[in-house]
């Protein structure tokens, strides 16, 4: 009986750790994916700033 108690807490130790590695591997994976995310946003919206500012600076040559 000891040794099934004993058998038994130890797979479930097993399991919950594998699960818990696999779990958080998850999580890390999707931070990386919305961590890429934000900087592809923030280097479009960068890119359109700069696009504007070209616009305005060629527009205000173009009314002198």
Same mark, same amino acid.
């Given at each position: #009986?000891? /040794?099934? /108690?004993?058998?038994?807490?130890?797979?479930?130790?097993?399991?919950?750790?594998?699960?818990?590695?696999?779990?958080?591997?998850?999580? #890390?994976?999707?931070?990386?994916?919305?961590?890429?995310?934000?900087?592809? /946003?923030?280097?479009?919206?960068?890119?359109?700033? #700069?696009?504007?500012?070209?616009?305005?600076?060629?527009?205000?040559?173009?009314?002198?």
């Amino acid at each position: #009986m000891v /040794l099934g /108690l004993t058998t038994s807490i130890t797979a479930y130790a097993i399991f919950y750790s594998h699960f818990q590695q696999v779990r958080d591997k998850k999580v #890390m994976r999707e931070g990386v994916a919305r961590d890429k995310e934000r900087i592809r /946003l923030k280097r479009k919206e960068q890119q359109q700033l #700069m696009q504007q500012q070209k616009e305005g600076v060629i527009d205000s040559k173009d009314s002198d």
